[in-house]
């Protein structure tokens, strides 16, 4: 079965700083996708980046990006320029390419961005 | 376009009570999920489905179940409230050929 690890239950960032949030993942399946998903505190659950497997470039999405490392089963989040908006809780998620239907969550970090 | 909404935002119950929850989507999404978030615990599938009429047990179904009589409605049905039940509840959607879940609003549920 696959698991989603998510070691730092908190981590805080200075504002317009750099903040890596980490992720590792373990499967046995060589295709499948990888998201970081926002919780900010309204709740909603918003998708901050998608990575594809087989895909070797590292997805990018404004000041959000990731470092996909497939050899070591790592997915980090890398936020730039650290804005307020940015605090709120960061869920990493993994899904199989075919045949299931199931997404597995890791355990979130509570991301705090000091001003 | 409401997207997926839930319903009810907010109940608290009683041991013993039972309670719907109401997931509507107007997406015309095929793939539905029920998830429950504790602290600590991230997001767990309770069930889901991949279509109307079908469902299937996700990692934590016990005392819950559920039903997709509609294409754009799942419902997660508690029979018997225990205090452990005691979570936020979130209905996700996906298209079938998709990637991106489209998450409700939550509802949060005390069990006392």
């Known amino acids: 079965a696959q698991t989603v690890t998510q070691s730092q239950p908190e981590m805080s960032v200075q504002e317009a700083e750099t903040v890596t949030l980490s992720c590792t993942y373990d499967?046995?399946?060589?295709?499948?996708?990888l998201f970081w998903y926002k919780q900010p505190p309204s709740r909603q659950m918003i998708l901050v980046i998608r990575q594809e497997a087989y895909k070797q470039q590292n997805a990018t999405e404004n000041r959000f990006s990731v470092n996909f490392q497939k050899a070591a089963k790592s997915f980090s989040l890398k936020i730039s320029d650290s804005q307020l908006g940015d605090a709120a809780m960061y869920f990493c998620?993994?899904?199989?390419?075919?045949?299931?239907?199931?997404?597995?969550f890791g355990t979130g970090t509570r991301l705090k961005v000091l001003a | 376009n409401a997207g997926v909404t839930q319903t009810p935002k907010f109940r608290v119950l009683k041991t013993g009570q039972s309670m719907t929850l109401l997931c509507a989507q107007d997406?015309?999404?095929?793939?539905m999920y029920w998830y429950r978030q504790d602290p600590g615990m991230g997001l767990r599938l309770i069930h889901y489905?991949?279509?109307?009429?079908?469902?299937a047990k996700g990692e934590v179904p016990d005392g819950y179940n559920v039903s997709r009589l509609k294409k754009q409605n799942f419902l997660l049905g508690l029979e018997s409230a225990a205090p452990s039940q005691t979570s936020v509840y979130f209905c996700?959607?996906?298209?079938?050929?998709?990637?991106?879940?489209?998450f409700g609003p939550g509802t949060r549920l005390t069990v006392l």
């Open positions: 489905s991949v279509g109307e009429g079908t469902t």
């Open positions: 997406m015309n999404h095929e793939y």
């Open positions: 499967t046995s399946e060589s295709d499948y996708y």
């Open positions: 998620a993994y899904r199989s390419r075919g045949g299931t239907y199931k997404y597995i």
């Open positions: 996700a959607t996906r298209t079938s050929d998709g990637n991106e879940q489209f």
